[in-house]
């Protein structure tokens, strides 16, 4: 019988099909894997089930001699070492399309959040600082009828952009290629930066993005405009996003994701008011992390019995996990 190794606990039904024809074993902690850890289970499994937590590197891959299939709970995968594993042979599955629509939905809340300044006016509440009401407190942006710059243009950036239509918006966007069927202009990242009065990042994290956003783009945002994170925290210069949120050189972000992750609790961007962080939820419904764990099973599942993945990651048509 082939073994597999689970790295987080899933919900037993979700596990089920693994347990029926595997021999099964779950990090059952409610943190992840050491690394030492998974080293040592990697020596003598067949498939493995991940979150984006574990670093799965070269090194790690080097000691897992049976190791046939990786197959992880997120749409992105930059924490796999995906040409090492495409040089080892061993296909990696991910998690797309059944997660779109709820990231979609948490950026649109973080970006209607933040532009109409709710995080600033709760805390206010719950310090018990509310005083009568005034005609200028918390005068913040509004989102209808501006202009939304998407950065990355694949399934969540598509799925942002329709909601766009609702709140009377025009949307402009960077992509690698164009989208001649979006109602929407591609511009470079500097045009967009320049024009936007937000932006929202849903590009995944790739040598080309890591730190796209910094100094230099921050400074071509409006001085109104808010950043939206929900790709990964290291697109955006954080050092760069501190020094711009105190100098007003944008007027705030509201994060997802952050670099590091998690954030300590004295991180100066916790130190702003112009910032709101949540913590890498934006898959999490329950429905969603549901389907999440279904698909990831399956990908598993599939590779280990030779079949092709429902959702292999595929590096070449990497924009559509944009
Ligand atoms: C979550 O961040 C994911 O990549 O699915
Ligand atoms: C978006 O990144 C998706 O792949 O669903």
Not at 42 to 51: A, E, P, R
Not at 168 to 189: F, G, H, I, Q, W
Not at 221 to 247: I, Q
Not at 253 to 269: K, N, Q
Request: aromatic share 4%; proline share 6%; glycine share 8%.
């Amino acid at each position: 019988m082939k073994r597999v190794y689970v790295t987080r606990g899933l919900p037993e039904p979700a596990l089920k099909p693994l347990r029926d024809l595997f021999e099964t074993e779950v990090w059952d902690r409610n943190e992840p894997i050491p690394r030492g850890h998974l080293s040592e289970v990697l020596g003598d499994v067949d498939g493995l089930l991940c979150m984006l937590t574990d670093e799965i590197d070269a090194t790690l891959l080097g000691r897992a001699p049976r190791l046939e299939v990786i197959s992880q709970m997120a749409v992105g995968v930059d924490n796999i070492d995906v040409e090492e594993c495409h040089r080892l042979g061993i296909p990696v599955g991910h998690t797309p399309d059944v997660l779109t629509e709820t990231v979609a939905d948490t950026a649109f809340a973080l970006l209607a959040s933040i532009v109409r300044r709710l995080p600033e006016g709760e805390k206010i509440v719950r310090r018990g600082e509310w005083g009568p009401w005034s005609p200028t407190f918390l005068n913040g942006r509004d989102l209808h009828g501006t202009t939304l710059g998407i950065i990355g243009m694949g399934r969540i950036g598509k799925a942002v952009s329709r909601r766009c239509a609702g709140f009377n918006m025009e949307v402009v966007y960077t992509s690698r290629s164009a989208k001649p069927d979006l109602d929407a202009r591609r511009l470079d990242l500097s045009e967009l930066l320049g024009r936007a009065d937000h932006v929202v990042i849903c590009v995944s994290l790739n040598i080309e993005t890591h730190h796209l956003i910094g100094v230099k783009e921050l400074e071509m945002m409006k001085e109104t405009a808010y950043l939206v994170n929900v790709s990964r925290g290291p697109v955006v210069d954080t050092n760069a996003l501190v020094e711009a949120l105190k100098a007003g050189a944008i007027a705030g972000a509201a994060l997802d994701v952050t670099d590091p992750e998690p954030l300590p609790a004295e991180h100066p961007l916790l130190g702003l008011d112009s910032c709101l962080v949540v913590p890498h939820i934006a898959s999490s419904s329950v429905r969603t992390r549901e389907a999440m764990a279904r698909l990831a099973v399956d990908n598993l599942v599939a590779g280990l019995e030779g079949r092709e993945m429902p959702a292999r990651y595929r590096q070449d048509r990497r924009e559509q996990s944009d």
